[in-house]
């Protein structure tokens, strides 16, 4: 086993074995297991237990599950190919419903399919493991550029503050909002980096601080609450999140927690910016009142971390997986292709579609 979490895949195929292999993160960062997973019950599984999360990661998996799927069906008819290629597909896109990277990469491969639908089966069978192979490859790229563009708006030596995981766990490589520190740490730019926790399900103490900690990334560790504090005292220069849907205005959903750190950010005048590969930029999604927010297991917050519950038993709770920070919260949206600023609406468009 490697000696470093960065020099393993957060998500490949394993095509001769018929598996998705990924890194269980919820075992990160006591266990280091990497899971081969062949069945699409196990692969639906690990999206929705958070075994592989993280919007980029989860619309890799789902690409290498669907081709996986689609390799599976016995038949030579491309109606019944495609009738079983669609189960699969709202078989997958049903785990998870926040991060629109999901939708986005098992819309594509579908296009795949329909686009060649005058091919063999077989062919088409081929051309979804490239198109697979092409999702993963491009989000690194991807990552890669949005860092080089993020690292234009900061300065050696600068506080970064981030929120859940946006990194290399979250994609297949540098991660979003993590991408800039894991370019400039190369650079020698020696950012001071502080993770919130992100309650309850601690992405940010289990795998943000484990991975910069690795890179060598100078990192603390806060609770959640200790944001403003560390804001106040003149440590942050710059909050990076990720997100896992930006809609059509620039309303950004994203790990719970984050419209708070926003919100301080804010009231500090610290920039706040969201690293997003356009892929998730929802058009179709016309404000964040439209993002369907998934909400999870209540025992995550009253029990899951703790050696004894920490809550009465039976006491209501609410368990929200994301929130929405407003538009005029986000200093500005770091994609791939370019840096974009209010209003969001208009220069988003621009930057995505040229129009
Ligand atoms: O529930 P998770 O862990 O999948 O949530 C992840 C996040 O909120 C990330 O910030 C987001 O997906 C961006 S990852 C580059």
Redesign the pocket.
Known sequence: MSDSILDIETVDLDDEKNALVIIDQTLLPGEVKVLHLTAQNEIWEAIKT?RV??????GVAAAFGIYLAAKSIDTDDFDEFYKKFKEASDYLNSS?P??V?LSWALKRMEEKVLLNKDKSVKEIKNILLEESRLIKKEDTDICRAIGENTLTLLKPGMGLLT?????QL??TKY???TAAMHLGQKKGYNFKVFCDETRP?L?GARLTAFELSAAGIDTTLICDNMAPTVMKKGLVDAVL????RVAANGDTA??IG?SYVAIAAKRYNIPFYV?A?TS?IDFDTSSGESIII?QRDPYEVTGLWYEKPMAPEGVKVFNP??DVTDAELITAIITEKGIVRAPYKENLAKVCKGV
């Not at 999360?53 to 989860?58: D, E, Q, S, V």
């Not at 929120?163 to 990194?167: L, S, V, Y």
């Not at 999140?241 to 896992?244: A, H, I, N, R, S």
């Open positions: 958070l999360r993280g919007a980029p990661a989860i998870r926040t991060a990277n929120h859940c995981n946006a990194g979250a994609t991660g979003t909002a399900l992405q999140v990720g997100c896992d994203n790990k984050t690293c590969p998730t998934e997986a994301f």
